[in-house]
């Protein structure tokens, strides 16, 4: 029988899939009309995303050290959800600032309350759009962790996500391998980091770092823009 542990994994794989269906990027019309009812509870799924067992396999303060943060940096966490990366952002740029960008606006305001009630001034909540994170300037970091499989039209998206990086930015990419023993959303989802590469360099991103040691379920791939 599955262990406890592998059957709180699917739990968790399977929320993230729903989540990431309906309040990220990839939202179409045939999603719009249950995202509030899905979500209106946002401290509930909460529970799930921000469960320190995720910890362990995501490693998100090794993560973050792979963002190279100064104290004034610009990020944008585009899918942030209910802030899992958001909270550990904003104490490395205390006069930057730390965008927490969702389609879904329950989760942008669930972030943006728990970075105030923590403190955390200097996060902003932005309710994206299907084809846009509708960002109000240029930053020096954007992240998409599980969600660039998520987004539709990507080369378009990602060409013009160009206008709100500034000059010397990166792009940067989590997502799940391509292996079935790992757990994740659905493997027809997935893409391989070649897939991912080539994608982003059809965009006009040039691949700077790649990683696929020290995360167990996912790769990380950081790009700059192409000369």
Not at 2 to 14: K, N, Q, S
Not at 62 to 70: A, F, G, I
Not at 160 to 187: C, F, N, Q, T
Request: net charge neutral; proline share 6%.
């Amino acid at each position: 029988m599955p262990t406890e542990a592998r059957l709180e994994d699917r739990r968790f794989a399977a929320a993230s899939a729903l989540c990431l269906a309906v309040s990220l990027i990839a939202c179409g019309g045939g999603h719009a009309g249950h995202a509030h009812a899905s979500f209106a509870d946002a401290a509930a799924w909460s529970a799930r995303f921000d469960d320190p067992a995720r910890d362990a396999w995501q490693k998100p303060d090794q993560v973050v050290r792979h963002l190279t943060l100064s104290s004034d940096s610009r990020v944008a966490d585009i899918g942030a959800g209910t802030g899992y990366f958001v909270m550990r952002i904003a104490p490395q740029v205390p006069v930057g600032r730390v965008y927490a960008v969702d389609i879904e606006p329950t989760m942008v305001d669930f972030t943006v309350k728990r970075a105030q009630t923590a403190g955390l001034n200097n996060v902003q909540g932005v309710v994206a759009s299907a084809s846009s994170p509708n960002l109000p300037e240029r930053v020096d970091v954007v992240l998409l962790v599980d969600t660039y499989h998520h987004i539709d039209a990507r080369g378009a998206y990602f060409s013009s996500l160009a206008e709100s990086v500034r000059s010397g930015g990166r792009l940067v990419i989590v997502d799940y391998k391509v292996d079935p023993s790992i757990s994740g959303p659905p493997m027809a989802m997935r893409l391989s980091p070649d897939a991912v590469v080539e994608e982003l360099k059809a965009a006009g991103w040039r691949l700077q770092t790649r990683s696929e040691g020290f995360l167990p379920r996912q790769y990380l791939l950081i790009f700059d823009r192409a000369p």
